[in-house]
């Protein structure tokens, strides 16, 4: 059944076009994921799909008594109405009825007793039973409870914008639709409510569309891709993991079909050029082809740009936690804490919301006081924070100035300088958008721009907090590229899945206060878990093997130790160092040799200046094994 059917709608603000005659339509079944580059569209095409926007022409079709509940980036509220009274707060018969029952239990639980009212209260409770809708009550509070909200009489002027959110998610979720549109729904929720919310949409007999970057939830609920680039859309059947290779193969047959048409168009022009006239059918009917071939647009893809490693030098002395304690309101947050970090650690820290994991990143970085424990930072530290709160943005500003405040350019372990502009182009932000003021750009694209602010800054610790909020999957892509690239630590709390298994190698978890570390990303994380529950659950026949099995487990990366490649690296690394240095000095005595040769001069010193920038690469590394290597023997000393 066709529930609702969009053709040729058009959409533009100023002079940049958001949809250029699109059309598409939405069946029963349809688990529909919209992604797309952060100001492209994607939220005012919802906000067109539900009635909130206009268009400028095309037609929109809605099947009878086909119902759409909507979830967007600004829902309204009232701050004195209470969590309950949000959840039920709709038009649909169903919502009335449950907020007058939960308004008339509250006036007769802080009131003396009223006969009338509660009079009123049984006649309501009996229309309730009669469309048994004390399940939709009792699912509200169970989906609640799921996204960590359990006192239903709070105000929700007193609630957190985090809180807020997922209390207008389980309000978008209770209420009865044929359509469900969703507007970045995992947002500021922690990973196991993400899982949830997996779980529950895949059960529901709903049709679905939203927008989300979050890539795991889209593989695991989607059954249908659109992409929103540049006013098209583009609509491919299956999850997001079918949608990667069939984009691949779209991509390829329009590349194909371009070269064919530039072909013609050459074609086509010679005989243009020759003096053809339209005389006749035949040739009107050639030249009306020509310019339709001339006219017909093709959108390219955006470049790659390539760049070396970023960030200033770190040497040996990192940042080191001792016995790092903290508390509020006399419930510990962080017991004891202890570690050191490594150059090239890639650390996400997770949790459920509310456990200390922005704590930790605060005492890291200075902003809040820890109760007891030390905070040791080496002096070639240079830590920056890339937080959710971008409020200090002077939105009179331009793009460019504000990513240059940051710096000019930033220096690379090559010796290339990167300037602020090539940086934002590889952060998609093109010429026209690099000077357009902030207040011009959407939510997202100032998120990016913040930072890109930050990135200049060239910190050798970088801190990021809920990164991916608000990002689109295009800016995390390149992120993650960058993280792989970038020379220093990287701490960073985050509830995207598939962010944290991409560039993480070890795991920070908070439970009750306490911080388990593990090795790896992720999906080894959970892999850890279930092994600890599995051996947690097993009778303790031989309870000592079984704890030492477990602390292995769990502390296997609290101990310093070399990877399988690392090791390999450091048996090497002074012979490879040695063969480098015999190679520049044999090059500058061919170059003493030759000095009046310059063709051969110059070849040679590009071979030098080659070898030179891989033995400096070399002796950063000679530097990073050496330090860890003594870290495994002070371990190894203490046992």
């Not at 569209?41 to 909130?52: D, F």
């Not at 006399?330 to 996400?348: A, V, W």
């Not at 610790?461 to 909020?469: K, M, R």
Request: some cysteine; hydrophobic content about 35%; aromatic content about 8%.
């Amino acid at each position: 059944m066709n529930l609702i059917t969009l053709e040729n709608i058009s959409k533009s603000y100023s002079e940049t076009i958001l949809l250029d005659n699109i059309s598409l339509g939405i069946n029963t079944g349809d688990k529909i994921g919209l992604i797309g580059l952060n100001g492209s569209g994607k939220s005012t095409l919802l906000k067109i799909i539900t009635g909130r926007d206009e268009f400028f022409n095309g037609n929109i079709t809605k099947g009878k008594d086909v119902r759409i509940e909507y979830l967007g980036q600004d829902t309204k509220f009232d701050e004195n109405s209470t969590i309950i009274d949000q959840i039920f707060n709709g038009d649909s018969l169903e919502m009335k009825l449950l907020k007058e029952y939960e308004s008339l239990v509250d006036y007769l639980n802080n009131h003396e007793f009223d006969a009338d009212i509660n009079d009123k209260l049984i006649k309501l409770q009996d229309k309730i039973d009669s469309l048994n809708l004390w399940s939709l009550e009792s699912e509200a509070k169970t989906i609640l409870n799921k996204l960590g909200i359990s006192d239903y009489s709070m105000k929700m002027g007193k609630l957190s914008g985090g809180q807020k959110k997922r209390v207008f998610l389980a309000g978008a979720l209770i209420k009865p639709c044929d359509l469900l549109v969703l507007d970045e729904p995992t947002n500021h929720l922690d990973s196991e409510s993400i899982e949830w919310l997996e779980e529950y949409l895949n059960s529901k007999n709903i049709s679905l569309l939203m927008i989300t970057h979050d890539r795991y939830f889209l593989d695991r609920v989607s059954n249908k891709i659109l992409e929103l680039d540049r006013g098209k859309l583009y609509s491919y059947t299956g999850n997001y993991t079918t949608y990667l290779e069939k984009k691949v193969e779209r991509i390829e047959l329009e590349q194909s079909m371009e070269e064919k048409r530039q072909k013609l168009i050459a074609k086509e022009l010679q005989w243009v050029r020759r003096g053809a006239k339209a005389r006749t059918t035949k040739q009107k009917a050639r030249l009306q082809r020509f310019d339709e071939l001339v006219s017909k647009e093709y959108i390219e893809e955006r470049p790659k740009i390539d760049m070396p490693f970023i960030g200033s030098r770190l040497g040996k002395k990192t940042i080191e936690l001792i016995d790092i304690c903290k508390s509020f309101n006399n419930k510990n947050i962080i017991n004891n804490f202890n570690y050191t970090f490594l150059k090239e650690d890639r650390i996400g820290i997770i949790g459920r919301n509310g456990v200390g994991k922005t704590t930790l990143l605060n005492i890291i970085t200075g902003d809040l006081k820890n109760d007891n424990g030390d905070v040791i930072i080496g002096d070639t530290v240079k830590i920056k924070s890339f937080t959710q709160d971008d409020s200090h943005m002077d939105l009179s500003m331009r793009a460019i100035d504000y990513i240059k405040e940051g710096g000019e350019w930033i220096p690379t372990d090559s010796g290339i300088k990167i300037s602020a502009s090539q940086l934002a182009e590889r952060f998609l932000f093109d010429g026209t958008k690099q000077y357009t003021p902030i207040e011009k750009l959407s939510g997202g694209e100032r998120r990016r721009l913040h930072l890109l602010r930050i990135l200049m800054e060239s910190p050798n610790v970088l801190i990021l907090d809920e990164p991916t909020n608000d990002l689109d999957i295009e800016t995390l892509k390149i992120l993650e590229d960058f993280i792989d690239e970038f020379v220093g630590i990287v701490i960073v709390v985050s509830h995207d899945r598939y962010f944290l298994d991409r560039i993480c190698n070890k795991i920070f978890a908070f439970d009750n206060g306490n911080i388990s570390i593990y090795n790896g990303n992720y999906s080894d994380f959970l892999i850890y878990k279930e092994i600890e529950d599995s051996n947690s659950n097993k009778a303790d026949t031989n309870s000592s093997k079984e704890k030492k099995k477990k602390e292995y487990i769990k502390n296997k990366d609290t101990r310093p130790k070399f990877t399988f490649k690392e090791q390999k690296e450091f048996e090497t690394i002074y012979d490879d160092i040695e063969k480098l240095e015999i190679a520049i000095s044999s090059i500058e005595e061919e170059m003493s040799k030759n000095a009046s040769n310059y063709g051969l001069l110059s070849e040679l010193d590009k071979e030098k200046n080659t070898l030179e920038e891989e033995l400096m690469f070399k002796y950063e590394r000679q530097e990073y094994l050496e330090n860890l290597d003594l870290k495994i023997k002070e371990f190894n000393s203490q046992k």
